[in-house]
């Protein structure tokens, strides 16, 4: 399977606390995304990096890549109980038109306030 | 504002009787995409379409049909609903730029119950 295996299923922290979620693919990419789900609502995309990138950031996100592990992480830093949702990874895999993006199962992140 | 729209949001229905599920988007994007998301197996591409009257059946398409006549929607037709169609669904679309696909943009869901 194509798809992403995000790491760890479920993260609790404090507000204020750094979060740090790891997703993990098994076939080569185009690029890699992370996505953000508040209970029964729609995904909301928040950052996109590409194969030949290694680190993006945006606002307290950071996320890296390593093609060589074939793995992300995605960091938030200084937590807010606002960040509380579930996190997913997505994979895009091939080029062009017929590329195919694969959605992992999704990290629960609770941040105590 | 740039929005995916799905109707309905809720809907209760019973086995076999045939529902079409709305999506439409406003930001003239090529690519649109039907998922379902169940508790423990994440979201699965049910069928997806790279432009108006080109549709493909992603990774579970049975059971359901869509159709393309317009950029901006793109409806699911469930012929026959069964129990085991009972799913949180969402429609997505993305624009098409410089080669490949841009993020995808959800719609809010809609969550159907097939008694």
């Known amino acids: 399977s194509q798809q992403g295996e995000e790491d760890p299923q479920a993260l609790s922290i404090q507000e204020g606390e750094n979060a740090t979620m790891n997703c993990s693919y098994k076939?080569?990419?185009?690029?890699l995304q992370w996505y953000r789900q508040n209970s029964g609502r729609g995904l909301v995309h928040l950052i996109l990096i590409r194969s030949n990138e290694r680190e993006k950031h945006s606002g307290r996100l950071r996320v890296t890549l390593d093609t060589s592990k074939k793995s992300s992480s995605l960091l938030i830093t200084a937590s807010r109980a606002a960040d509380t949702a579930s996190y997913f990874c997505?994979?895009?895999?091939?080029?062009?038109?017929?590329?195919?993006?694969?959605f992992g199962k999704g990290i629960t992140l609770s941040v105590r306030p | 504002e740039a929005q995916v729209t799905q109707n309905p949001r809720y809907l209760i229905t019973v086995t076999g009787k045939k529902l079409t599920v709305t999506c439409s988007q406003n930001?003239?994007?090529?690519?649109m995409s039907w998922y379902r998301q169940d508790p423990g197996l994440g979201l699965r591409q049910i069928y997806y379409s790279m432009n108006v009257e080109v549709t493909d059946k992603g990774d579970v398409p049975e059971g359901y049909k869509v159709s393309r006549k317009e950029k901006r929607n793109f409806p699911l037709i469930l012929e026959s609903p069964s129990p085991n169609q009972t799913s949180l669904y969402f429609c997505?679309?993305?624009?098409?730029?410089?080669?490949?696909?841009?993020?995808?943009?959800f719609g809010p869901g809609t969550r159907l119950t097939v008694l």
């Open positions: 076939t080569s990419i185009n690029n």
């Open positions: 930001m003239n994007h090529e690519y």
């Open positions: 997505a994979t895009r895999h091939g080029n062009g038109a017929n590329s195919k993006l694969t």
């Open positions: 997505a679309s993305s624009l098409w730029a410089s080669g490949t696909y841009n993020e995808q943009f």
